[in-house]
């Protein structure tokens, strides 16, 4: 058995034609067939049902088309997981932020990303927003957290602001007061696949911050 085989099959079933699939997957309609034929062989039961109009499962083709789609899901996840912490490698992360979240979200965020991918170096520098907006242009941080009073949002035309998080409790100064949050990157910079997953791992704290 082949995971080729159970991806033609699981197409067949959507398509009810070798040569759509054929088409889809740009495979010969006679490699697919033969596919198909050699897996049906090797299980010893059919799989499908040949018939004019095309191809219809069997009763066990059904419960085996399910069965196949919740393989190939598995492969994709087993894969994500790999292509994640092989393109995260050895990185580095600077992130700049602003001491109000230092000292509420950020903490939490680190735990659980470092449980993730110890292997990244991360550096979190605590700043004002003006001076982690000056980071970020200068290139001295990957990445900028900023929390500023609504409804004020980026007005910088280098910089690409996302925002995360609206709180009525977050402390500046020791005091509790409404803020807006956004992280803040780069205009038309990649930004790094060490980035995108904490900033991930961000919205999630964000989200039960509030709560």
Do not use: W
Request: proline share 3%; with cysteine; glycine share 4%.
């Amino acid at each position: 058995m082949r995971i080729e085989q159970l991806v033609y099959i699981k197409e067949i079933a959507k398509t009810g034609s070798i040569a759509i699939t054929s088409e889809r997957l740009h495979i010969s309609s006679q490699g697919i067939s033969q596919a198909i034929k050699s897996l049906e062989d090797e299980l010893g039961v059919n799989i499908f049902i040949r018939l004019r109009t095309g191809l219809q499962p069997t009763e066990v083709g059904k419960e085996l088309i399910i069965k196949a789609e919740e393989f190939l899901t598995k492969v994709e996840e087993f894969n994500e997981v790999a292509k994640i912490h092989s393109s995260v490698g050895e990185k580095h992360l600077s992130i700049s932020a602003v001491t109000s979240l230092c000292r509420s979200i950020i903490p939490q965020t680190i735990a659980s990303y470092k449980l993730k991918f110890p292997e990244v170096k991360l550096e979190i520098i605590e700043s004002t927003v003006d001076q982690i907006r000056k980071n970020v242009l200068n290139g001295d941080s990957d990445l900028g957290l900023i929390a500023v009073p609504p409804p004020i949002m980026e007005k910088n035309s280098h910089l690409v602001s996302t925002h995360f998080l609206d709180s009525s409790t977050l402390p500046v100064e020791g005091v509790e007061t409404q803020r807006s949050c956004y992280s803040i990157r780069l205009k038309n910079q990649y930004l790094s696949t060490a980035a995108q997953e904490f900033l991930k791992e961000l919205k999630v704290h964000a989200k039960s911050f509030n709560e």
